[in-house]
Every structure is written in structure tokens, then in C-alpha cells.
């Protein structure tokens, strides 16, 4: 896990290199044809990518973008009505029959389809008018590292080429060189103030939110942590109830719009008795651990999660707990 991570900013650096051409003209299409909305279906990892590029697309483009539950295709079989609409389905196999399914059953309903998967000639890519290569090599982990960040970089080189920010597709340019810095950050306070915990919660915002997402999932299976994670909105409307003294809280404040009500929510956290684990940028005087800034605000995420996974590897190990092996997982989740 730890080894794999750390390679992301290589393969990072060569799908900028090698997608170049295809994002260019697939950029062109989505322009000359704008989407009306689009939907996304993923699962686990996969699927915080995708909320973190429907973030993206809403943001820049204000396309509406709703995830949707394969279920109502292998289950449900919804009658999608689809015609101007694009379907993105994420997954890092392709191989899954419940997403290939929904994806032959949006193409049915008119939807435009692409597919971001990590495998070539995967059921997924075959399924999906589009196919976008994530390029981040094999994966023996169970725990995704270097592909979620592959998929988060490939979502942020579509909404550059296909939207108007320049200033985004300048700075993910700069990406590989600033993931290797997030990389080396050294967050061994967090190892130290988790190492007995049972629950936690995660909090993010805005497109940080994905990320939060994703290392509660990894505290989940890497480190058997019940971790839950939360939008800094969201946390006020009921799970502040479960704060108590002690409690950990581990908070993503990177630089940008979010990070003022991120930091004011960190000193309320404090302020009832919690234990809160501030991650934010060299500015920030009280924070505990330190997040390289990624460039760009829609950027951040990546360096956050880029330091966290050396963490959690480190956690899972002090915790006595195989990272590269989870109890009851398997790499490729076929599920219906």
C-alpha cells in the first residue's frame, strides 16, 4: 500500500503525458455537444472519485451531476429516460457485473457513456462509447491508493479540457511535483493519537468532502477503525451529537473557499472536549499536520490524501493490522 501510493505521482506524470490527446478531443466533443446533466455509478473508492468530479463539473460547467445506484439497473431495471445526458461509470477492474450492467442500461436510455477504468480492455471500457485510461499501473493492494489518485487527477484533466478554467489544466501540470512533496510530509502525530481508537469521524468540504470520504473508508478497512465522515455542514445537522470528550476528529482544511468554516468548526470541536486532528497548509499555525499545497484549489484534495495514505499504512502496522491484506476483502468486488 505504502509503495503503491507513493508511485502515484509517477503515474500521475505519465497520464498527463499519455491522455493528452484523447482529453483534448474528448473535451471538444462534450463542448460541441454539451450534456445537459450527467449521472455517475461507482462503488467504493471508484464512487468518492466520482462525487469528487461531480463537484468539478458542477462548479465549472453547472452541469447537474446525480450519482445513481447500479441496483436500479440489475435490480430495479429503471426505465431511464436519459437523451442529452452523460453517464460516467468509475471503477479501477472494469469487471464488475452490477456496473457494467447499469452502464449498457444508461447507453439504452439515450445517456452518452464513458468509462474512467485503470484496466485495458476491460467489460466496462468494451460497454461505454468513451473509455479514458487511468494509467496507474497494477495494483496488488487491496486498499486502492494510486488509483483513486489516478482517478482524481483523470477527473480533474476532464473538467479542465472540457470547461473554461485554464487555470486548472495550468496547474495539474504541477501536480506530480507537488503529490511527491505531499508524499514525504511527515503525519506521525496522527499514528500516535489513533493508535487506540475505535470510532472517529473524518470532516471535509466542497470537493474535499470526496476525500474525507475515502480515508474513512481506509481507517475502515486497513486499520478496522469505524471511522464516518462528514461535509463541515453536515455535521452540525445531528452527529455532533456523538462528540464527547475524547472523541477524535481528524479535519481536512486545506487552502480555498472552505477552509475558514473548517477551522472555525475545528476550535468548536475543541472548545466540547474533542481530539481533533487539524490537517491544514503551513499558514496555519495550529494545525497538527501539515498538507502541501497541490496548486489549485480543486487540486487539494489530491495532496491531502496523498499524505494520508503514508499514514494509514503506518496506523494499520502500529495497530497490528496487514494494510495490504484486509480481513474479508478481496481486490476485484464483483457484486450484482
Known amino acids: 500500500m505504502l509503495d503503491e501510493a507513493r508511485n502515484a505521482p509517477e503515474r500521475i506524470h505519465g ?53 445513481l445506484p447500479p441496483s436500479l439497473a440489475t435490480l430495479a431495471e429503471a426505465p431511464w429516460r436519459l437523451a442529452g445526458q452523460l453517464a460516467v461509470a468509475i471503477s479501477q477492474s472494469g469487471q464488475s457485473p452490477d456496473l457494467v450492467t447499469a452502464q449498457r442500461a444508461l447507453a439504452g436510455g439515450g445517456a452518452r457513456t464513458l468509462a474512467l477504468v485503470n484496466t485495458p480492455q476491460s467489460p466496462l471500457g468494451a460497454a461505454s462509447d468513451d473509455e479514458l485510461p487511468l494509467y496507474a499501473g497494477e495494483e496488488r493492494s487491496v486498499a486502492a491508493t494510486k488509483s483513486y489518485l489516478a482517478t482524481l487527477s483523470a477527473a480533474a484533466q476532464l473538467v479542465a479540457g472540457w470547461g473554461p478554467d485554464c487555470a486548472l489544466g495550468e496547474a495539474l501540470a504541477g501536480l506530480p511535483e507537488r503529490l511527491a512533496r505531499a508524499a514525504e510530509q511527515d503525519w506521525s502525530p496522527a499514528i500516535e493519537a489513533l493508535v487506540g481508537v475505535d470510532r472517529m469521524m473524518v470532516i471535509g468540504r466542497g470537493a474535499g468532502l470526496a476525500v474525507a470520504q475515502e480515508a474513512a473508508l481506509k481507517f475502515k478497512e486497513t486499520c478496522a477503525i469505524q471511522a464516518e465522515p462528514f461535509s463541515g455542514a453536515e455535521v452540525r445537522h445531528g452527529p455532533m451529537a456523538l462528540i464527547e470528550a475524547g472523541y477524535p476528529v481528524l479535519v481536512f482544511a486545506p487552502p480555498g473557499a472552505e477552509q475558514a468554516g473548517l477551522l472555525e468548526l475545528a476550535d468548536w470541536l475543541e472548545g466540547v472536549g474533542a481530539r481533533v486532528l487539524l490537517a491544514a497548509d503551513a ?28 499514514m494509514a499504512a503506518g496506523l494499520a502496522e502500529a495497530r497490528g493490522s496487514d494494510p495490504d491484506r484486509p480481513r474479508h476483502l478481496r481486490k476485484v468486488t464483483r457484486t450484482l
Open 15 to 67: 497520464q498527463l503525458q499519455r491522455n493528452a490527446e484523447v482529453l483534448a478531443a474528448l473535451g471538444e466533443r462534450l463542448r460541441q455537444a454539451p450534456p445537459q446533466g450527467a449521472v455517475t455509478v461507482a462503488r467504493g473508492s471508484s464512487d468518492h472519485a466520482a462525487a469528487y468530479l461531480a463537484y468539478l463539473v458542477m462548479k465549472h460547467l453547472g452541469v447537474p451531476v446525480a450519482s
Open 283 to 310: 499558514g496555519v499555525a495550529r494545525r497538527r499536520l501539515t498538507l502541501t499545497d497541490a496548486g489549485h484549489d480543486d487540486l487539494q484534495p489530491l495532496s491531502v490524501i496523498q499524505s494520508f495514505y503514508g
